[in-house]
């Protein structure tokens, strides 16, 4: 299931939201230009790879701890192809707008980059010794789906949806399309454990997404009673 848009209306314009997109798009459109050994090179400096992040908590040296501590926020800016950041923006693009008009502009920045990093540790706890780099949205975005789940239920969703060889549209309640991609999340990351887990293969991190949602979860309504 993709979303297309929701039919929610906001009272501000989401500049911050905006901003978060271009961002994304700057940094890969960046990243193109690179050749691989530079582009390694940017994610070994810029992504969260935990075995570095492990060695920064064990050597507790305030500058490597600090050094390391940056890229649970850089790594929000990296991903590794079209799809990955075509994906990651077209939620952001669906569901972003309304969280930061119920947030305001500065709270949505805050409440998006924590529940990024958060969701970044959610899924280093289950590979600290991991060297593969750890990139993408896809962890702060579930913040902005928890939210949206807790303020918006009933809100409904332009969905496209696969019927064997044709695609359709519906509209689903928020409830059910996010409860179900949280589902989906929580069933896979159980599934990775039985193996090597995500981040070790270098594959989707689950644990992210299922620890960013909770974090969106438990992190939005404080947020907006402080408004």
Not at 39 to 62: D, H, I, N, R
Not at 76 to 94: I, K
Request: net charge neutral; hydrophobic share 50%.
């Amino acid at each position: 299931m993709v979303p297309l848009h929701d039919n929610t209306p906001t009272e501000i314009t989401p500049w911050v939201n905006y901003g978060l997109i271009g961002a994304n798009i700057l940094v890969f459109l960046y990243a193109l230009t690179l050749a691989p050994s530079q582009l390694e090179a940017l994610f070994q400096t810029f992504a969260v790879v935990p075995e570095q992040l492990t060695a920064s908590f064990q050597s507790g040296s305030p500058t490597q701890l600090g050094a390391e501590g940056v890229t649970l926020i850089t790594s929000q800016f990296l991903h590794g192809g079209f799809l990955h950041l075509g994906g990651n923006l077209l939620f952001l693009w669906v569901f972003g707008n309304n969280i930061e008009d119920q947030l305001g502009h500065f709270p949505y920045l805050f409440f998006y980059l924590v529940c990024g990093a958060l969701a970044a540790l959610a899924q280093w706890g289950l590979a600290m010794q991991s060297a593969v780099p750890m990139v993408g949205a896809s962890g702060a975005i579930a913040g902005v789906l928890g939210a949206y789940l807790l303020w918006f239920p009933k809100a409904r969703i332009l969905t496209l949806v696969p019927l064997g060889f044709f695609l359709t549209t519906f509209r689903i309640p928020a409830m059910f399309f996010l409860g179900f991609w949280f589902f989906q999340q929580f069933l896979y990351g159980f599934a990775s454990l039985q193996a090597t887990t995500t981040v070790a293969t270098g594959g989707v991190a689950y644990w992210a997404h299922a620890g960013g949602f909770l974090v969106g979860l438990a992190l939005g309504p404080p947020l907006r009673r402080s408004r």
